[in-house]
């Protein structure tokens, strides 16, 4: 169960857009399209704002978006703003049964 | 609203046990897979374990097997994670998470409860 991988940070500047990579394996990431991504401010309960790859729970801002191509998935955040800094994390289903998430993605808004 | 609170958390030796539980309100408790996810101290998430809506299944991570089990009491709208041989590597906060109608996801957080396993 080895955890998914993603860049340690990115950074960008307010109105622009940025991408967070979530590298698996076929028998995670690539195996099924049970892929979820969380929002987790300082001090804060994770955010539930990306499940089946590319789907938006109600109340998420569709400038979230997410996609999937083979091992990888990917989180697109566009027309970033300040209150879009915070750690992201991806998650997977895994063959095993088992849930991994990735190691964490810190977004600066610069 | 939805809401999940636990409690249990402490300071407790390596090798000693502890109990968390996870108090649900706001939704109907019977119905939705729970899952555990932890967090050390400036680390990431960690996901350790999932139970069925009816308990029917229960998975967990490889680094708690064998030492930990989750359980649920529908009557107590409350989720439980038995911790036992406790190490180090155990400290963490345990957030109780709701599944939504697929337990593929974690859709609700709670706030957590603090674990720390020291000396």
């Known amino acids: 169960q080895s955890a998914l991988t993603q860049p340690a940070s990115v950074s960008g500047s307010p109105g622009q857009s940025i991408t967070i990579s979530c590298t698996g394996t076929s028998s995670d990431v690539g195996g099924y399209n049970y892929v979820s991504w969380y929002q987790q401010h300082p001090g804060k309960a994770p955010k539930f704002m990306i499940y089946?790859?590319?789907n938006r729970p109600s109340g998420v801002s569709n400038r979230f978006s997410g996609s999937k191509s083979g091992n990888t998935a990917s989180l697109t955040i566009s027309g970033l703003q300040a209150e879009d800094e915070a750690d992201y994390y991806c998650?997977?289903?895994?063959?095993?049964?088992?849930?991994?998430f990735g190691g964490g993605t810190k977004l600066t808004v610069l | 609203q939805v809401q999940m609170v636990e409690s249990g958390g402490d300071v407790v030796q390596p090798g000693r046990s502890l109990r968390l539980s996870c108090a649900a309100s706001g939704f109907t408790f019977r119905s939705y897979g729970m899952h555990w996810v932890r967090q050390a101290p400036g680390k990431g998430l960690e996901w350790v374990a999932v139970?069925?809506?009816?308990?029917?299944?229960?998975y967990y991570a490889d680094s708690v097997k064998g030492r930990f089990t989750i359980s649920r009491d529908n009557s107590k709208n409350t989720l439980y994670l038995q911790m036992n041989s406790l190490r180090a590597e155990d400290t963490a906060v345990y957030h109780c998470?709701?599944?939504?109608?697929?337990?593929?996801?974690?859709?609700?957080w709670g706030k957590g409860t603090t674990v720390t396993v020291s000396s």
């Open positions: 089946d790859v590319s």
């Open positions: 998650n997977s289903y895994t063959s095993s049964s088992t849930w991994v």
């Open positions: 998470a709701k599944a939504p109608t697929t337990p593929y996801y974690m859709d609700v």
């Open positions: 139970i069925w809506s009816d308990g029917s299944k229960k």
